[in-house]
């Protein structure tokens, strides 16, 4: 072989080398979804007494329930009504808005919890619609009726196939919020808020939310609903006393 040829195969050696070596980088510093993980520390964060506490209020006309969506299947259309009301409101309060610390946390991990969100597939609706965890806590799914469901989300796509089957999955990636459906019935949708931290409420039927195990500083703190969109707020944690906070939202 003349030198010219040996250095071109040297080369293209190297070269071939090169990109696979890069390739597998890329590979294992992302997710399934594209996203690189961030950097955690490895000491725990302090944890304190400190609570925020509040209501999220809706202010405006209140939209009129959509269609549902599910009429065309025989088996969802004999469990639901043809519509179906996102913005729940009852004297001015709102429901099934996800409340959360955005910023101000100390530096530090917080521990993933081991028990699992139950969620479960009634009735052709999700339930709970919205709800929260922390990146890697477990979720069970389960199906309550008599035809097969599935869970869809950016993590994974599984199959829940008769009634009674349940079936814990997990969440990496951090998101506000992420999607779940049912690939069978697609109109069925949930919303979970990822988090690192387990400071987030979902607002009950009376609009109160609660927030606890809070240290001492200033937090942003946001809401977000799903037709209604986000809003944020500063407030301070000082001692025992509840940080009162109050979100009011509007229609688009």
């Not at 729940?88 to 530096?107: I, R, T």
């Amino acid at each position: 072989m003349r030198n010219g040829q040996r250095f071109g195969l040297i080369l293209s050696t190297i070269l071939l080398a090169a990109l696979a070596a890069s390739g597998c980088n890329n590979d294992k510093g992302k997710t399934g979804s594209g996203v690189a993980p961030k950097p955690t520390s490895d000491k725990p964060a302090p944890t304190g007494s400190g609570v925020i506490q509040g209501t999220v209020k809706f202010a405006g006309t209140v939209p009129a329930p959509e269609d549902w969506g599910g009429t065309s299947s025989s088996d969802c259309r004999a469990l639901h009504p043809g519509t179906i009301q996102l913005v729940k409101v009852q004297d001015g309060k709102l429901e099934d808005a996800f409340v959360y610390v955005k910023a101000g946390l100390p530096e530090g991990y917080y521990p993933t919890p081991e028990k699992a969100v139950v969620v479960d597939q009634k009735g052709c609706e999700f339930m709970p619609r919205v709800f929260g965890l922390v990146a890697g806590q477990p979720i069970e799914f389960g199906n309550s009726d008599a035809f097969m469901h599935n869970v869809k989300s950016p993590e994974f796509n599984q199959g829940l196939a008769t009634k009674g089957v349940k079936m814990q999955l997990k969440l990496q990636e951090e998101g506000v919020m992420v999607p779940i459906r049912c690939d069978v019935h697609p109109w069925m949708r949930a919303y979970v808020g990822v988090l690192s931290h387990p400071y987030f409420d979902v607002s009950k039927a009376d609009g109160s939310f609660k927030i606890t195990g809070l240290v001492d500083g200033e937090y942003t703190v946001a809401v977000w609903h799903e037709k209604l969109g986000t809003l944020e707020q500063k407030v301070k944690v000082a001692g025992a006393t509840p940080a009162a906070l109050d979100f009011e939202m509007r229609p688009k």
